[in-house]
C-alpha cells in the first residue's frame, strides 16, 4: 500500500506537500478567536480510527464486520444530523435473508436502520442472475452486475449494509431439493454462516419459511438454509477453515420469519411481534414502508420501479422462530408484541456485557463505557436545528475517549475472540460519532480524479477537496492518498485558504498506475458455462458487493484539540445533459480493446467452401496515438486472409475496425470451433473487450469476455426466400437468430401494423412479451389475425400470464390462469404430433435437438385452449405431471397460429443448435405446412 501524505512539518516536505506550516502562524490569531467561541473543551490528542466517506459513499475498514454504514438517501442536513445522533447510543445489529434482490422485507430493512437505528445487513443468496431485465440487454453474470447496483441503490434508501453468498442464480426452480443439489447445501450454508460470524447479529430474520409457501425453490431454500446457519455459526466444529482465517463462532440470539411463512408442522408458542411500517417518522416525513418503497423502484430490471407506497398502517408480523435461550423450544419470555430486540440490550453501556468473561482485562471497561455513553446523550440534547455545531463539543469528547478505549482493548490481555468483537463494536462506534461530527460540521470530502478510466503506467490527476461549510473551526492537519502497491503518489504544489470556520481546502496528487495493475472487474467468477458458484480471487472477502476501492483519501483534522479521519473514495464526476451528475468508481481497463465480431455463428453443414467476414474493433484507452497489428487465429484447416492487418487509432477512445476473410472447409465437421482475435502493441498482447454495465441509477462496472467467436457448425436448413416480419418485443435478442438463418426480415412498427402492408411476409413473430411492451399490438391484433385467415403464418412467443389475457388476442378461446412451466432444461421432452411439419421439415426432429439448452425449457405455457388448438409437445419437471402448452397451433382460415412458450430468448442467443433447427421449421411453416 503506497501512502502519500501532505503534512504540516517538516518545513521543505510539507511545502511539497500540503504547505499548512506555510499559513500557521497567519492563522493563530483565527484560532484563539475559536477557542474562547467555544470555552476551550479538554484537549485530547488522538488519531481517528474509523471514518465515514462524503456524500453517503460507504467506506470499508479492514476488520471485519466494520463498515461504515451508508448513511440513506432520506438522511441529510439538520434530519440526518438528528438521526445520526439517535444511533449513538445504539449498538444492535439485525440480519436479513433473502434469495434475490427485491425479495427483501424493505420497509422492515427501513424500520430497522431509520426507525430502531440498529446497524441492518442484507444477505441475499444469489445476485439476481437469472432475472429477464427490462432495461438491458444483459443476461447471466451480467445480469447480475446490474441487479447488484440496483441493490447498492436501494441499500442506500434502506440505509442497509449488502453481502451475497456465492451462489449462482440458474433461473426459476420448483423445489428446494433441486436448488440445494445445484448450489450444494454446505457451500449455501458455509457463506451464511461466514455472514453471521463476520457480522454478529442480535437478531437474525429471514424473510422465507423453507416450506412451499414461499413459492420459488430458491426461497425455499434459503428458508432452510437460514435456520440452520443460525445455529451452524456458533458451532466451532463447522466450518473450521473460517475459524482458522479468523472468523468466531456466533450465536444470534433470535431468529424470527414472518406469520406466514411458518412450516404448518411447527408449533409456535411465543406471541408474534407486529410491527408497522406504515407509522409516520415526523422527523423523516415518511413511513418506513414509503422508504422502503423508494428502495424497491431502484429494481429497474425488474419493473419494481411501478409500485405505489401506501399511506396508512401498513403492518407486518413476525414470529420467534429459534432462540439462543430457549434451546429448541421456539418461545422467549423476553419476546413483546412490539419490538424484536425486546430484553436484548442495545446501549454503549451494554457493550461490557458482551464481553463480560473478559471484561476484567479493562478493569474499568464498564465506567468507560458509560462516559462515552454520556456523550451519546449530551450531544442528542444539545441538538438545535438551526444550530448544528452545539452538538460537536460531546461528539468529540466521545471520539476522543473512543479511540483511547480502542487502544486500551489492543494492548489488553482479554481473550482473541472477545477482544476482536469488543474492538469491532468500538470501532462502528467511533465511526458513528465521527459521521455525526461530520454532519454538525458540514464537512465533506472528495477524492476526485480527472479520468474515469485509467491503464498500467499511466499517470494522472486527482484533487482531495475538503468543503467546511459549517461555523466552527476546523484545522485540515493531513491529507493522504492510499494506492495499492506498485503505485505512485507524488504531491501538488496547491496553496491552501487560511484556516477559517467556513471555505475550501484543495490538494492534487499526481497518481501513477503500476505497470501491471490488473483490471478492475468482478473478484467472483463463473469457472465455466452451467457453473452454479462462483469462484473468488485469492485474498478477496467472498461476501461483499464488489471489491474495495482502488484509491481512497484520507483527510486528518483537528477540532477543538481532538483529531480524527475522514476517508474518500477515489470518484470521477459523468456530467450528462440529459441524466444529470453522476459520481462514479475510478477503473482500471487494458490499454487496448478488442472484440471480434460476430461472437457466435450457427452454420449448417455445407458441400462447398465458404467464405466469412469477422471483423475486429480495437478501440483505444490509452492517452496517446497506437499503431499496431492484428492477427485471426482459427481451426487447423480453415484460412485466414490476411494472415494480419495494422490498425490505427490516432487518440483515446479512438477505434479501429479491420476485416479478415476465413475460409470454412467443404468438410468442417459437426460440432463447436473456435475463431479468437488478438492485437498487438508494443510488445503487448491484448485479448479481450469488457462490456460496460451501467445505468444513471446504479453504477458503473466492466465485464471482461475473450475476443472470440464460437461457430457452431450442425446439420441446419430453412426454406428458401423466406420473408419475416418482426414485432420485436423488450430487450429482444431474437432477430439476431434470423441473421444467422440469412433470413429477409422488417422490424414492424406501429404504423407498420396500422396500415403497412403485411401480405408481403410470409411468416410474422411476435417478440418476447410483445402484448406487455407493444400497445400497438393489442391495438392491431385483429389485423394480425386477419393476415393469418388469409393464409399468413403467426407465431407467438411467450407472454407472462399479467401482460395479457389471452382470450382476447387469441383465434380462439384459450386460457393462462397459471404460471405453468418446465424449469429443468434437461426435461425429457415428448412429441405429441411427430409427423407435424415444426419437427419434420425442413430439419428432422429428435429427441437430441433438445440436448444443450439452458436454464429452462420453457416458460408461461398455456392452461386450457379450444379444441381447435393442437398441443405439440409434452414434457414436465421431475415428479410433476406433464405440461402440453408449452406450443399449440390452430388452423384459422387459410393460416396458421401458433403460440410457444418454448424460451427462445434464451437458447437462441446461446446458440443452441437444436433450437436453431426447430426455429428454423416454425420459420418455414409457409413454405412446409402443405
Not at 429471514?206 to 455459526?233: C, M, N, P, Y
Not at 492484428?630 to 481451426?635: G, N, S
Not at 402448452?885 to 437458447?907: C, D, H, K, N, P
Request: charged content about 25%; aromatic content about 8%; hydrophobic content about 40%.
Amino acid at each position: 500500500m503506497i501512502v502519500m501524505r501532505k503534512t504540516t512539518c517538516p518545513a521543505a516536505e510539507g511545502q511539497r506537500h500540503f504547505g499548512v506550516q506555510r499559513w500557521w502562524v497567519a492563522g493563530c490569531l483565527l484560532l484563539c478567536v475559536a477557542a474562547l467561541s467555544v470555552l476551550c473543551v479538554a484537549a485530547l490528542s488522538v488519531s481517528g480510527c474509523q471514518t465515514t466517506a462524503s456524500r453517503g459513499s460507504p467506506v470499508h475498514d479492514q476488520a471485519v464486520g466494520t463498515e461504515v454504514r451508508s448513511a440513506p438517501l432520506t438522511e441529510r442536513g439538520s434530519t440526518g444530523l438528528l438521526l445520526a445522533l439517535e444511533r449513538l447510543n445504539v449498538v444492535g445489529s439485525a440480519l436479513h435473508t433473502v434469495a434475490h434482490p427485491d425479495d427483501e422485507d424493505n420497509g422492515l430493512l427501513a424500520y430497522l436502520s431509520q426507525g430502531r437505528h440498529v446497524r441492518t445487513v442484507l444477505l441475499t443468496a444469489t445476485r439476481g442472475e437469472g432475472g429477464q431485465s427490462l432495461i438491458g440487454p444483459e443476461k447471466a453474470e451480467a445480469m447480475g452486475l446490474v441487479r447488484t447496483g440496483e441493490m447498492l441503490a436501494a441499500c442506500r434508501y434502506y440505509g442497509a449494509a449488502l453481502r451475497f453468498a456465492r451462489t449462482f442464480d440458474f433461473g426459476f426452480s420448483k423445489t428446494a431439493t433441486e436448488t440445494l443439489g445445484k448450489w450444494g447445501r454446505e457451500n449455501l450454508l458455509g457463506d451464511f454462516v461466514r455472514v453471521i460470524r463476520q457480522e454478529r447479529p442480535d437478531i437474525i430474520v429471514s424473510r422465507f419459511g423453507g416450506t412451499v409457501k414461499d413459492g420459488h425453490g430458491h426461497h425455499q431454500a434459503v428458508g432452510l438454509i437460514t435456520r440452520e446457519a443460525f445455529e451452524a455459526a456458533a458451532d466451532p466444529g463447522r466450518f473450521a477453515e473460517q475459524i482458522a482465517e479468523g472468523l468466531r463462532p456466533w450465536q444470534a440470539k433470535r431468529l424470527f420469519v414472518g406469520v406466514g411463512r411458518v412450516p404448518d408442522e411447527q408449533t409456535i408458542s411465543a406471541e408474534a411481534v407486529t410491527i408497522d411500517y406504515g407509522r409516520l417518522d415526523p422527523v423523516l416525513g415518511r413511513s418506513y414502508h414509503e422508504i422502503g418503497v423508494m428502495g424497491l423502484h431502484q429494481n429497474r430490471s425488474q419493473g419494481m420501479s411501478g409500485h405505489i407506497a401506501e399511506k396508512g398502517s401498513v403492518k407486518a408480523e413476525f414470529v420467534l422462530w429459534g432462540s439462543a435461550d430457549s434451546g429448541d423450544e421456539v418461545t422467549d419470555a423476553d419476546v413483546n408484541t412490539t419490538d424484536l430486540f425486546a430484553g436484548i440490550d442495545t446501549t454503549i453501556s451494554g457493550i461490557a456485557a458482551r464481553v463480560e468473561s473478559d471484561a476484567t482485562s479493562i478493569p474499568d471497561l464498564a465506567e468507560r463505557l458509560e462516559s462515552i455513553e454520556g456523550h451519546a446523550h449530551d450531544a442528542l440534547a444539545a441538538y438545535q436545528p438551526r444550530y448544528p455545531h452545539e452538538a460537536v463539543p460531546a461528539l468529540v469528547r466521545g471520539i476522543g475517549e473512543l479511540k483511547a478505549l480502542i487502544d486500551s482493548a489492543e494492548r489488553s490481555g482479554m481473550a482473541a475472540g472477545d477482544r476482536v468483537y469488543l474492538i469491532d463494536l468500538l470501532r462502528a462506534k467511533h465511526g458513528d460519532f465521527v459521521e455525526a461530527a461530520t454532519r454538525a460540521l458540514h464537512l465533506d470530502v472528495e477524492l476526485i480524479s480527472e479520468r474515469g478510466t485509467v491503464t498500467a503506467g499511466q499517470r494522472f490527476d486527482a484533487t482531495v477537496h475538503v468543503h467546511r461549510r459549517g461555523t466552527m473551526l476546523v484545522r485540515v492537519l493531513d491529507a493522504a492518498v492510499n494506492a495499492p502497491d506498485g503505485w505512485t503518489v507524488a504531491g501538488g504544489e496547491t496553496e491552501p485558504a487560511l484556516p477559517s470556520f467556513e471555505g475550501h481546502t484543495s490538494a492534487t496528487f499526481t497518481l501513477g498506475v503500476a505497470g501491471d495493475a490488473p483490471v478492475t472487474e468482478p473478484y467472483f467468477k463463473l469457472g465455466s458455462a452451467g457453473a452454479n458458484r462462483y469462484g473468488v480471487d485469492g485474498g478477496a472477502d467472498p461476501t461483499r458487493p464488489f471489491g474495495a476501492p482502488i484509491v481512497t483519501a484520507t483527510v486528518t483534522v483537528n477540532v477543538m484539540g481532538v483529531e480524527f479521519d475522514v476517508r474518500a473514495p477515489l470518484k470521477t464526476i459523468d456530467a450528462d445533459r440529459s441524466t444529470g451528475v453522476v459520481y462514479r468508481d475510478v477503473q482500471v481497463v487494458p490499454g487496448l480493446s478488442v472484440k471480434l465480431d460476430p461472437p457466435l455463428v450457427v452454420q449448417g453443414r455445407s458441400d462447398e467452401v465458404r467464405r466469412r467476414a469477422f471483423h475486429v474493433n480495437v478501440t483505444n484507452h490509452l492517452d496517446q496515438a497506437v499503431t499496431g497489428e492484428v492477427t485471426l487465429e482459427a481451426p487447423d484447416g480453415w484460412r485466414v486472409e490476411p494472415a494480419s492487418r495494422g490498425f490505427d487509432c490516432a487518440f483515446e477512445s479512438a477505434s479501429a475496425v479491420v476485416t479478415f476473410e476465413v475460409e470454412i472447409p467443404a468438410d468442417a465437421a459437426v460440432g463447436e470451433a473456435v475463431v479468437s482475435a488478438t492485437a498487438h502493441h508494443e510488445g503487448k498482447a491484448y485479448r479481450t473487450w469488457h462490456q460496460v454495465v451501467s445505468y444513471p441509477h446504479t453504477w458503473r462496472r466492466h465485464l471482461y469476455h475473450p475476443a472470440r467467436c464460437v461457430v457452431r457448425t450442425c446439420d441446419l436448413q430453412i426454406a428458401p426466400d423466406v420473408r419475416v416480419g418482426y414485432i420485436l418485443g423488450r430487450q429482444d435478442e431474437v432477430p439476431a437468430a434470423l441473421d444467422q438463418l440469412g433470413v429477409a426480415y422488417d422490424l414492424l412498427d406501429a404504423k407498420a401494423l396500422e396500415s403497412g402492408d403485411l401480405s408481403q411476409y410470409d411468416t410474422i413473430v411476435a417478440g418476447v412479451r410483445a402484448y406487455q411492451f407493444r400497445a400497438d399490438l393489442k391495438t392491431h391484433n385483429q389485423r394480425v389475425l386477419d393476415y393469418v385467415r388469409r393464409g399468413g403464418v403467426f407465431i407467438v412467443q411467450y407472454n407472462k400470464t399479467y401482460d395479457w389475457d389471452p382470450a382476447q388476442f387469441t383465434p380462439y378461446p384459450t386460457k393462462m390462469t397459471e404460471r405453468r412451466r418446465i424449469t429443468d432444461e434437461a426435461a425429457a421432452m415428448t412429441m405429441l404430433e411427430p409427423g407435424h411439419p415444426i419437427f419434420q421439415r425442413p430439419n428432422r426432429i429428435t429427441a437430441a435437438d433438445f440436448d444443450g439448452w439452458v436454464q429452462e425449457r420453457g416458460l408461461y405455457f398455456m392452461t386450457d385452449w379450444d379444441e381447435r388448438f393442437v398441443p405439440l409437445l409434452s414434457g414436465h419437471d421431475p415428479g410433476e405431471d406433464a405440461l402440453e402448452g408449452s406450443m399449440i397451433v390452430a388452423e384459422y382460415g387459410e393460416g396458421l397460429y401458433v403460440y410457444t412458450a418454448l424460451a427462445w430468448f434464451r437458447q437462441l442467443p446461446a446458440g443452441v443448435p437444436g433450437a436453431y433447427r426447430m426455429f428454423a421449421n416454425l420459420i418455414s411453416l409457409p413454405a412446409t405446412r402443405r
